[in-house]
């Protein structure tokens, strides 16, 4: 058995999608080896740079990781030393007179925007104040998931491996889309297999929804509603949008 697929069923025997458990898994290892010993690496700051940062969610999260593991911030303080040097010099241009006038401005910036190949540019944005690639992390996380999606389409022609993923939370909906598209053309059966499990997935919980509506009602207060009731509504939310770490705010960083 290769070594994805051993991971895959093991990530089927814990609670949740597998895919997003093993997406999620691969993005904090990164972001642990970034603080642990590559924070000074030329190739992960060129990343770092490229995206100008990361997302929002993953900015949080390597926050939050380095505040809680090492309870401290220095490589989060490096690593945002380096953007802020970036960034202050295309503030500066932005900030002369004939930055201003359009075409003086493009004229002006096109060093940054030789340095920074921004694609994709929205009208409205600001040629330099955003990095050029997208998140380093959402990608990785992307290619790990797409990777695992090829491994259990391959998977799923064995009985054991269908029985383990029947018992699993099956997959949420971003990443069913990209094992059946990983399965179109290339494992008719599979593709099949797949969509008719989700959808008795999904019949039981719309079941589970319903139930838990109706005991809203004052008239059905009293009858007891079963675990996989009360908690129908973030089965439903998990299907939908997948599962991440919790997103960040400031809110619970006072400390
Ligand atoms: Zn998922
Ligand atoms: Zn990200």
Redesign the pocket.
Known sequence: MSWGLANLKHAMRQP??????L?REAEARYLENLLWENVNDPATREQWAAGLGFCSRHAWQLQRLEARRYGDGLGNAILYEDLLQRIIPVLETLARPSAVDPPSLHRRLGRFLSRLPHRGRARHEIPGLRGYQRCRVCRLGEET?QAYAEWLIEGLVEADVCERYKTSDG??????R?ALSCARGRAPQTFAWLARDAARRLQRLLGDLREYIRKHDWNYRDEPMSHEERIAWIRAV?FFA??VENNGSLDDRSG
């Open positions: 949740g999608c597998p895919l997003c458990r997406q998931a997959l949420c909906l971003p990443h069913l990209m998990a997948g599962e």
